[in-house]
């Protein structure tokens, strides 16, 4: 009964910035590793950022260092991506995924969302 459920992606310029937001049901974002990974076709997907359950430490790729932040809304129980001054590198299909279980951790992922990065 996890579901996650990505939202806030779209068009955006060259140097434009876009939040993106995962809302989780069925686990809680606040002990569940939380990700984002992106994906273009053809390509192998991508780690962009992870948020750790257990104490909150993140990490980011290297591409996008100093310009994405991952940070989790316990109100909402969702985990955001604040993107800034992107590219069109940037392009691509954002997937949400937690990784999280009682018996066994277990990953689960969104269905995507699109982000172009397009003058």
């Known amino acids: 009964q996890v579901q996650l459920v990505e939202s806030g992606g779209g068009l955006v310029q060259p140097g434009g910035s876009l939040r993106l937001s995962c809302a989780a049901s069925g686990l809680s974002v606040s002990i569940a590793d939380m990700s984002w990974y992106r994906q273009i076709p053809g390509k192998e997907r991508e780690l962009v950022a992870r948020?750790?359950?257990?104490?909150?430490?993140?990490r980011y790729a290297d591409s996008v260092k100093g310009r994405f932040s991952i940070s989790r809304d316990y109100a909402k129980n969702a985990v955001s991506l604040e993107m800034n001054n992107l590219n069109p590198e940037d392009t691509a299909v954002y997937y949400c995924?937690?990784?999280?279980?009682?018996?066994?951790?277990?990953?689960?992922w969104g269905q995507g969302t699109q982000v172009t990065v397009s003058s």
């Open positions: 948020i750790i359950g257990d104490g909150g430490s993140t």
């Open positions: 995924k937690a990784t999280w279980g009682r018996l066994a951790r277990m990953d689960y």
